[in-house]
């Protein structure tokens, strides 16, 4: 897997001007409400759907998919008075590493956007590898790309659309999948199979962006508020949701007809709500034998007998969501708003260790909004144990800088000591830490 090393954004709402932020597979996202937290993982899920392709032009590009409701164009694009004037264009890229001539090279993509009608519609890709830099724009007539580099300019008979990544890997595979191609694309089908592979020694090219794609892994997101728990379920259908609808009849349906992973899913879900200290065990009560038959989900609390999950703790109901849908998938990107919600600080810690586990031998990644330093200091401690490396762990900390956020990036060192801290950062949890116990600002 190509590591990916940063993931920027330009003019997205309170943004100014070009942010990078360094991911790792421990991404945690800190900062003071209204600070861009949410904005930065919804634009990483479209970013994500571009790299990653489709067949069906314009299936990919949406700003507003659960829970990441962005709005239109004059709501993502950051808002500008005074003497410079509207700013109309917004981007969002990334930075990956390439071996060339044996030494790690950026390779470093920017997509950006424009208005067409309410909603943002792309209007050129950008990419900077080596000495190489090209670029593929929409034409005017929008049925098709210029592609540009510092030496020359053609124009391809294709239309520019959310599959021009797919466009990039199938025209770098070489003249013989064009045998009709003109000179203008001959030229640009030339360029990119010489300047588009992974390493010198690849006899065969690959796929650039195809590799991007699989680090880009499909995204989870998890709302920060989860639905409610209810005292019956009545079964009406499975389909996975960010507000976790869909955990109660999963767990229903394993426990009927697949005990195998009903055993395995019982299991680490005990483990974690021993750990945590929020539960011992946990149940499907049934009240029928048919699949449709309301059921109930019993959740023995320590040592107390099986109880109602609406009994019980919110955190309960609260974090089953989370636990359930991380511990059924393998090679996912979990995108978490504050996942803390309703846990004691004991609960938030285990929910760290837990992440890290998944990571470790699912390898799930996690890009996490937190407002919990319990969180962040079980990393801190992984990382001093070694059960993280440093390189696995990047804190963003999202600081105010006047009337813009400035995206700050915060690595540990071996002992889990924090580096690169800006000031703004222990004051931010100084600050929550007093509004907990009570006292003013």
């Known amino acids: ?74 709501d993502i694009v950051r808002s500008q008075r005074g003497r410079p004037g509207r700013i109309d264009q917004f981007s969002l890229g990334f930075t990956f590493f390439l071996t060339r001539r044996d030494q790690p090279v950026p390779f470093v993509t920017k997509i950006s956007f424009r208005e067409d009608g309410v909603q943002p519609v792309m209007f050129s890709v950008k990419c900077e590898y080596d000495t190489h830099s090209f670029s593929l724009e929409r034409n005017t007539d929008t049925i098709s790309t210029l592609f540009k580099t510092a030496d020359f300019e053609s124009q391809l008979s294709y239309p520019f ?10 025209l770098s595979l070489g003249r013989e ?29 690959p796929r650039l962006f195809s590799a991007f794609a699989e680090h ?20 009406v259908r499975e389909t996975a949701s960010p507000e976790g609808e869909h955990i109660p009849m999963l767990l229903m349906r394993l426990d009927r007809t697949d005990k195998t992973s009903w055993n395995l899913l019982h299991h680490s879900l005990v483990a974690f709500g021993k750990a945590s ?6 149940a499907v009560k049934r009240h029928g034998r048919q699949m449709s038959d309301p059921f109930q989900l019993q959740v023995k609390a320590r040592a107390g007998s099986r109880a109602n999950i609406m009994d019980v703790g919110y955190g309960v109901s609260q974090s089953l969501p989370i636990l359930v849908d991380v511990r059924r998938h393998e090679q996912c990107v979990f995108l978490l708003q504050q996942p803390e919600v309703h846990l004691h600080p004991r609960a938030q810690a285990e929910l760290a260790s837990f992440f890290v586990e998944s990571y470790r031998k699912n390898r799930n990644y996690f890009m996490v909004e937190t407002h919990s330093d319990y969180i962040i200091d079980r990393v801190r401690i992984l990382t001093k144990q070694g ?18 956020v400035q995206i700050h990036n915060i690595s540990l060192d071996a002992n889990g000591n924090l580096q690169n801290v800006p ?8 600050r929550e830490s007093d509004r907990l116990l009570g006292f003013d600002d």
Not at 161 to 170: A, K, P, Q, R, V
């Open 1 to 74: 897997m190509i590591p990916a090393s940063e993931f920027l954004l330009e003019d997205v709402r309170c943004f100014r001007g070009e942010q990078r932020a360094r991911m790792r597979p421990i991404t945690l996202l800190v900062g003071e409400n209204s600070t861009g937290k949410t904005t930065f993982l919804g634009c990483y899920a479209v970013l994500r759907e571009l790299i990653a392709g489709g067949d069906v032009p314009g299936s990919r590009l949406d700003f507003n998919r659960e829970p990441f409701l962005m709005g239109s164009f004059p």
């Open 161 to 170: 659309n959310e599959n021009c990544f797919l466009l990039l890997d199938t």
């Open 177 to 205: 999948r064009y045998p009709d191609a003109s000179e203008d694309e001959i030229r640009v089908i030339d360029y990119l199979s010489t300047t588009l592979k992974l390493n010198d020694s690849a006899s065969i090219k």
């Open 216 to 235: 880009f892994q499909r995204p989870i997101p998890v709302a920060p508020l989860r639905s409610k728990p209810m005292r019956t379920y009545n079964p």
């Open 277 to 282: 200290g929020l539960f011992s065990d946990i």
């Open 387 to 404: 059960t993280l490396r440093p390189e696995d762990v990047s804190i963003l900390y999202f600081g105010p800088d006047r009337n813009a």
């Open 423 to 430: 000031p703004g950062y222990r004051d931010f949890f100084i």
